[in-house]
Antibody
Framework: EVQLLESGGGLAQPGGSLRLSCAASGFTFSTYAMNWVRQAPGKGLEWVSSISDGGGSTYYADSVKGRFTISRDNSKNTLSLQMNGLRADDTAVYYC???????????????WGQGTLVTVSS | EIVLTQSPGTLSLSPGDRATLSCRASQSVSGSYLAWYQQKPGQAPRLLIYGVSSRATGVPDRFSGSGSGTDFTLTISRLEPEDFAVYYCQQYGNSPPTFGQGTKVEIK
């Protein structure tokens, strides 16, 4: 059974930092591109960032480019999102999601974690 | 980027009804790379349909997808109580991947 378990969310001040992690199990993590998707309270889904299966290619939404960094450790089956320069409009539930079995970007988001809430407020 | 517009915003139907949800793209979606997701309150989204019309693992056959180019449809043939939820379309033929704003299917 595929499992994606996010952690690291919480309250951050504007301009502050947080690091999200996602622990993956139940599939061959190293062969899937991985993604972060967020959802602001009461709003729709917004793609944030993706990373290729080997980690050599990364992609970002314009809204987070230069502030967020996605990374992965295939030896530990973990995905991370370093978030710097946080703003109030970054407040959202952040979901870790696998790509599809092609390993390509972009892709559908086949499996999702339960999400972790990030709140940016003073 | 490709903008996806879903209609209607809310669909009020009864169990057993047929639901037809629309997703229109601002430009043609490359390679028929369009997916649909279901999200229930307090839960993560769940992949229903990928590649316009392929059902994801475990998705009941009352869910079907169709369309091409810029116009896509998700059809639920007979609504079950567990189908009342918000549905999102997503295109992944062009970067960046984008989502529609969602259609809420509510009990009438």
């Amino acid at each position: 059974e595929v499992q994606l378990l996010e952690s690291g969310g919480g309250l951050a001040q504007p301009g502050g930092s947080l690091r999200l992690s996602c622990a993956a199990s139940g599939f061959t993590f190293s062969t899937y591109a991985m993604n972060w998707v967020r959802q602001a309270p009461g709003k729709g889904l917004e793609w944030v960032s993706s990373i290729s299966d080997g980690g050599g290619s990364t992609y970002y939404a314009d809204s987070v480019k230069g502030r967020f960094t996605i990374s992965r450790d295939n030896s530990k089956n973990t995905l991370s999102l370093q978030m710097n320069g946080l703003r109030a409009d970054d407040t959202a539930v952040y979901y870790c999601a696998s790509g599809d079995s092609s390993g390509w970007y972009p892709s559908s988001f086949d499996y999702w974690g339960q999400g972790t809430l990030v709140t940016v407020s003073s | 980027e490709i903008v996806l517009t879903q209609s209607p915003g809310t669909l009020s139907l009864s169990p057993g009804d047929r639901a037809t949800l629309s997703c229109r793209a601002s430009q043609s979606v490359s390679g028929s790379y369009l997916a649909w997701y279901q999200q229930k309150p307090g839960q993560a989204p769940r992949l229903l349909i990928y590649g316009v019309s392929s059902r994801a693992t475990g998705v009941p056959d009352r869910f079907s997808g169709s369309g091409s180019g810029t116009d896509f449809t998700l059809t639920i043939s007979r609504l079950e109580p567990e189908d009342f939820a918000v549905y999102y379309c997503q295109q992944y033929g062009n970067s960046p991947p984008t989502f529609g704003q969602g259609t809420k299917v509510e009990i009438k």
